[in-house]
């Protein structure tokens, strides 16, 4: 078991991926231009909103963690200065990502509710600045859902499961695009499952693709995930008793019941079944982005907790 | 026995913070010439290559008797059960040795690397320090060092680690560990003295870094290892 990093930090790496993946869905509706086949788009409205508070939440309770640093709080400036560490990456990273999808939320409440900001949007070209909001934020979000991952990754041989490569023979660690895919993931089920489920009867049938996408992804996390745990058994060692305690070990039961069942196998169903039969159930649909979202958050512990320190 | 150990410790809290005052500023003065220079910290840390000390351990010697975390433990001034040195049983129930670890004081160390703030460094003898007044407390390091070689300060908030008793090895004494080692299994050192025991011992290839796979290159320590 790692015992240093647990719950705090896998919040702030949830709530970094959660924020990271909905703006990325914000923003490629708004690119699209699924976005305006609407006059109230709930996903794009969720997607713009909720990335802001979420990833500022996220860093607020990193703080949290950190000891003297929340006790002289003028030495989180210090985190900014060395280069060679992916967590002053990460916090130069969020320094621009909060900032820009508190602005893009503010844009896409002045465009969705235009009558109450009617002086304001009147003067300034609110579409024009959101699209470019949008498009450097995007970045950004991929950026900051790589992050949570590469500063995983990036200790190297002292959490060999951690810095799992993709492939046995692939040199390429596996976290950061196991964290990417799986924060688009969550962030799906967050903005179109969840809210836009509860917000419009028949969200999903007016994106017709987006069940098909949204199994592709799901499908994608689960062999990433799978890769990872079986690159993990062949590696040996700390990295494959880490593997071990996730699929028959001491983590099993909240791998299998926590994860796997309502992150992979119940969403995987439902999508497949309003693909084949063309029915939109609602329930089901919100029963998947709350699994998807949950499984998300246990997703990352389990990673957290698993990182067996190596053998000496 | 408790009581001459504490001596020592009252009178260098004092000469620790004094010399961790004067470790910051250097340390600031550095980083900001390093800043100007434009290197990272990476390159900075690179360039030492070897230390000016060294301990080797000879792991045939040790009985795991643990005098060395206690005795740590009291020149350090740490709370209780806390250490910067630990002992590992190795081996199986017929064939028992023991692996005595701490800070190994690489010359590539990956708690420097992912440190956000700069807070370790690496003193010019070559020994790995944490300047007490830029630890964030993130625990980065903690996760990163492959050796599991750091503790966390929970009064203070900051990641600690060895630090080689340098307060003292400055002054020509042991570091306590070593002092403390009743069968001799530490063995310490200068090594720009190639006739002492740890040059030779090093010059003779036979005490080794521990886990040279990791790439940190440690500075400092050196094993000789004998299994069971």
């Known amino acids: ?312 | 026995m408790k009581g001459k150990e504490c001596g020592p410790v009252e009178k260098t809290a004092l000469s620790r913070r004094r010399f961790l005052g004067l470790a910051l500023a250097s340390g600031a003065v550095a980083s900001v010439g390093a800043r100007f220079l434009e290197k990272s910290g990476q390159r900075d840390t690179a360039e030492v290559r070897s230390a000016r000390y060294a301990l080797v351990i000879d792991t045939a010697k040790c009985t795991g008797c643990r005098a060395c975390v206690e005795a740590c433990n009291l020149r350090n001034n740490l709370p209780e059960g806390q250490s910067y040195t630990y002992v590992l049983d190795k081996g199986d129930e017929q064939a028992t040795w023991f692996l005595p670890v701490q800070c190994q004081h690489c010359a590539d160390p990956p708690c420097a690397a992912v440190c956000p703030t700069r807070a370790t460094y690496i003193h010019e003898s070559g020994v790995v320090l944490i300047n007490d007044k830029l630890c964030v407390g993130c625990k980065y390091c903690m996760v990163a060092c492959p050796y599991q070689a750091r503790i966390f300060d929970e009064e203070r908030g900051i990641a600690d680690k060895c630090w080689l008793c340098l307060e003292w090895v400055l002054n020509g004494d042991l570091p306590a560990c070593v002092e403390a080692c009743i069968p001799g299994a530490k063995i310490f050192g200068r090594t720009d003295d190639p006739d002492n025991e740890v040059s030779k011992l090093i010059a003779s290839g036979r005490a080794k870094p521990l886990h040279p796979e990791f790439n940190t290159h440690p500075a400092v320590l050196s094993y000789i290892i004998t299994e069971g």
């Open chain 1, 1 to 312: 078991m790692q015992t240093v990093w647990e719950w705090l930090p896998a919040i702030y790496l949830f709530l970094g991926g959660l924020g990271a993946g909905a703006f990325l869905v914000a923003a490629t509706l708004e690119f699209l231009g699924k976005r305006y086949e609407f006059d109230f788009c709930p996903p794009t409205l969720v997607g713009a909103i909720l990335p802001g508070p979420l990833v500022a939440l996220g860093t607020v309770l990193l703080i949290f963690d950190l000891g003297a640093g929340l006790r002289e709080p003028w030495r989180i400036f210090y985190m900014f200065t060395h280069f060679s560490s992916v967590m002053t990456w990460g916090i130069w990273i969020l320094s621009v990502f909060i900032p820009l999808s508190l602005v893009y939320g503010f844009l896409e409440v002045m465009d969705t509710y235009p009558l109450v900001w009617e002086r304001m949007t009147k003067r300034i070209p609110v579409r024009r600045i959101k699209r470019i909001v949008a498009a450097v934020g995007a970045v950004f979000a991929v950026a900051t859902a790589l992050y949570t991952g590469i500063l995983l990754s990036a200790v190297g041989p002292a959490i060999p499961f951690w810095s799992t490569s993709v492939l046995p023979f692939l040199p390429i660690p596996m976290m950061p695009l196991l964290f990417l895919v799986s924060a688009i993931s969550t962030g799906i089920g967050l903005t179109v499952d969840l809210s836009g489920t509860l917000a419009l009867p028949d969200m999903q049938k007016r994106f017709r693709r987006l069940p098909l996408i949204h199994l592709a992804l799901i499908g994608i996390e689960a062999v990433l995930l799978g890769l990872l745990l079986i690159t993990a058994f062949v590696e040996g060692g700390a990295a494959a008793q880490a593997a071990q305690y996730i699929v028959i070990g001491p983590h099993s039961l909240v791998f299998w019941i926590l994860i796997v069942l309502p992150g992979f196998a119940f969403p995987l169903a439902v999508h497949a079944y309003t693909l084949g039969l063309g029915r939109h159930p609602r329930l089901l649909h919100l029963g998947a982005g709350i699994g998807i979202v949950v499984a998300g958050l246990i997703l990352r512990y389990v990673v957290l907790v698993s990182g067996i320190p190596v053998t000496l």
